[in-house]
Structures are given as structure tokens and as C-alpha cells.
């Protein structure tokens, strides 16, 4: 039996693409249900076999719903997450790929040489290369950095998301196809 009480609403844009991808745009359904009745949003698919009662009817539980007018791409905020993720989980010098709790950040222009903490100055890396490279620049250290960090757009960082293997773990089933089967389509 479903527990309903933990069923959630994938949140698409008009377009029919995920509102972000990092993270998943994702409501609880009471959250959908409302949105539903107030004629925000159109209900693309209910979970199955699901029925929730109301003290005069039953409703099916929303899975996937999109949103009836476009919401413009929010600029990207500048976090320790969205930088691991712009640069994919992946050391900018040895191009090996860690968990979050193995990676650390490089100010390619050293912070003690007035290096800022800026979209286009940080690079996500392991923590030995991190320490090899000091307060000295890729070229002085004799590293290379694997592409020059840059301010990502939003749709860029949903794409480095998409990408990233355990994301695909946690989506339900039902979403499945309004999540990859356009864009595979594309690929
Ligand atoms: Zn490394």
C-alpha cells in the first residue's frame, strides 16, 4: 500500500521542462492539489490507485502537473553547492569525480593575492590537490585546471544535474518520462 502521506508533485513549467533540475522542483501534493483547484497549474498525470477523500469527494493525487504560465529561469545563486555542481562533482585538476564531503575549493588565483571568492575565480577540487597547489597559481604550481571557471545560467546548472548519476535514484517512476523522454530524445 502507497504511503500517501509521502507522495510528491513533480512541478513542470509551461514549457514542460522541470521548474530546476538542482534541485528538483518538486511540491507535496496537498501543495498541487490547491494549486489544481485554483486553476494555477494542469494535472498531467495522478499517481495511480491513489484516492484521498475530502468530506464531499475523492481526489487523485497529482504527480506530475505544470504550471499554466511561464516562470522565467531564476538567476543562479553563488553556493557551495551550485559551485560543486556547475563544475560536476569534479576535482577542476585531476578530473576525478568525489562526494560532496571529499571536495573542497581552490581560489585559482590565490585569496592571499587578492584572488576573490567569485563565480569566475573558484573551482571545485580534491582536497590533496588543493593543498599541493598552495597560495600559488595552476601555472606557478604547474597544474592545469580542466576548463576556466564562469558564472553558470540556471539552465546550465539544471543540465550538469541531469547529468550527475545518483539524481536519477531518487526520482519516482511516474515522472519518469516527462523527465527524460524529450531530452533523450534531443541528446
Ligand atoms: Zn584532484
Known sequence: MVQVS????????????????????????????????QDRVTQLKAYEDVRVHS??????????VALKSYRKQRKVSFTRYHVFLRDEFTCQ??????????????????????GGSRWDNIVTSCGPDNHRKGNRTPREAGMRLLRPPFEPTARQLDAAARRLPWVRGDLHQTWMDFLYWGSELDE
Open 55 to 64: 468530506a464531499s469527494r475523492p481526489f487523485e493525487v497529482p504527480a506530475v
Open 6 to 37: 509521502n507522495l510528491r508533485t513533480l512541478v513542470l513549467n509551461a514549457d514542460m521542462q522541470p521548474l530546476s533540475w538542482a534541485p528538483l522542483s518538486v511540491w507535496s501534493w496537498q501543495q498541487a492539489l490547491v494549486a489544481i483547484l
Open 93 to 114: 585538476y585531476c578530473g576525478k569525480r568525489f562526494a560532496a564531503k571529499d571536495l573542497t575549493f581552490d581560489h585559482v588565483m590565490p585569496r592571499s593575492r587578492a
